[in-house]
């Protein structure tokens, strides 16, 4: 079943990339932690603004934090997302020279950041082999039967680690998101079509 689910995987998304837009490496953590409660494509939307009036991380960090409220006021949590910019921005900057460092530790410090984020950030910047468990995945994992209806995020990631080979896990992250968006919807999910329709609780009336 795990190479059935790959090999599908590969047929629908052959080149998997993040989908939200970046150019540096704090830009994808700033990204990831606005992303919270919203969608990619609202984030782009801000960011886009976002990044290039305050095009380094000193000028976010010195940035009024009225003016980044007004940037970011479409994705909504906008005070909180506004003040975790500019502290991020500071601790980046005091603490690893402007550098997103390949320390799941110190990203979870950070204001806003937490393991998702973080698996996020790490599995892009660094390939670090680990999933972050949104509700695309964590969704697409119940329904596929690697994890059990009332799993926690914490416990779906051990279980996919587990499921899936290592090596394949900064691959199937994307993977896993793009299906769950754009296929294993929450709502109307395109079965007809799916080749694991079969192994799958949606399709059976048990979600």
Known sequence: MMNEIIEYLDELFPNPRCEL???????????????????????????????????????????????????????GTFNKKS???????????????????????YLESLDGVGRKTANVVLSNLYNVPCIAVDTHVSRV?????????????????????????KDKLCRLHHQLVLFGRYYCKAQNPLCENCKLKNRCNYKKGKE
Request: aromatic letters at 6%.
């Open 21 to 75: 837009n970046y150019n540096k490496d704090y830009e994808l953590l700033i990204a990831v932690m606005l992303s919270a409660q919203t969608t990619d494509k609202r984030v782009n939307m801000v960011t886009d603004i976002l990044f290039k009036k305050y095009d380094t991380l000193e000028k976010l960090s010195n940035a009024d934090i009225n003016d980044i409220i007004y940037i970011i006021k479409p994705i």
């Open 83 to 105: 003040a975790n910019i500019i502290s991020i921005s500071k601790s980046l900057l005091n603490d690893s020279g402007g550098v997103v460092p390949n320390d799941r530790t």
């Open 141 to 165: 994992s119940k329904r596929l039967k690697i994890a059990s209806s009332n799993d926690d995020v914490l416990i779906i990631e051990k279980k996919l680690m587990k499921f899936f080979p």
